[in-house]
């Protein structure tokens, strides 16, 4: 059974205080790893897509990296304007529209 | 350009009622895909539609129903709401179009509560 697993479930950071998220799947084949970024009572805003493993992309003080088992999100020097939940999700070879989703981890910046 | 857009933004139904949401899809995108998120989880898939057609179901019940029209908009219909079914209903497009990515883009969604 496709599945896709993030943890941790929450984290707090200071301001400045550099971490990372981790999303793992376990997919019968990975079409793309899709990176989202939701803020309470709001859809989701779209961050990142790898592709194959090795690759990796950048956007301000968000950095995704894929392997073959996972994704990682890595914040650099947050700030509180990236509190927020960030959601991973998975698409298969088999599937083309549908995404499936982890619980999300849920990333408080305090100042 | 305008992005997806849902509507409406708030409803609230009673158990038993028949509820339609409506979603917009970015202009030049042909594909809509609408997802269920309960509170704390991430959002699970329910339908996609593709050029008019239903591309892809996930795991819910037939009171789950949708479609899209000729301008690319789609419906999201629920019959015989149960409590279960409160939750943020959301929208995605997507273009789809050979080569490009598969990058789907989120609507504000629908915030449905069943009394």
């Known amino acids: 059974e496709d599945q896709v697993t993030q943890s941790p479930e929450a984290l707090r950071l200071q301001e400045g205080e550099s971490s990372s998220l981790n999303c793992s799947y376990t997919?019968?084949?990975?079409?793309?790893l899709f990176w989202y970024r939701q803020d309470p009572g709001k859809g989701p805003e779209f961050l990142f897509t790898l592709y194959s493993a090795g690759e990796e992309k950048e956007k301000e003080r968000l950095k995704a990296t894929l392997t073959k088992k996972e994704s990682f999100l890595h914040i650099t020097a947050p700030k509180p304007e990236d509190s927020a939940t960030y959601l991973c999700a998975a698409m298969t070879t088999d599937s083309w529209g549908k995404l499936q989703f982890g619980a999300g981890t849920q990333v408080v910046v305090t100042p | 350009d305008a992005g997806v857009t849902q509507s409406p933004t708030h409803l609230i139904k009673t158990r038993g009622q028949h509820v339609t949401l409506r979603c917009s899809p970015i202009?030049?995108?042909?594909?809509v895909s609408w997802y269920q998120q309960v509170l704390g989880q991430g959002p699970q898939f329910i339908f996609q539609y593709y050029e008019k057609e239903e591309r892809g179901r996930g795991n819910f019940p037939d009171r789950f129903s949708a479609r899209q029209f000729p301008n690319y908009s789609s419906e999201l219909n629920v019959n015989a709401l149960l409590l279960g079914d409160s939750a943020l209903y959301l929208c995605a497009s997507s273009s789809l179009i050979a080569g490009s990515s598969y990058e789907q883009y989120f609507g504000p969604g629908t915030r449905l509560t069943v009394t």
């Open positions: 202009s030049g995108h042909k594909s």
């Open positions: 997919v019968s084949g990975l079409r793309g």
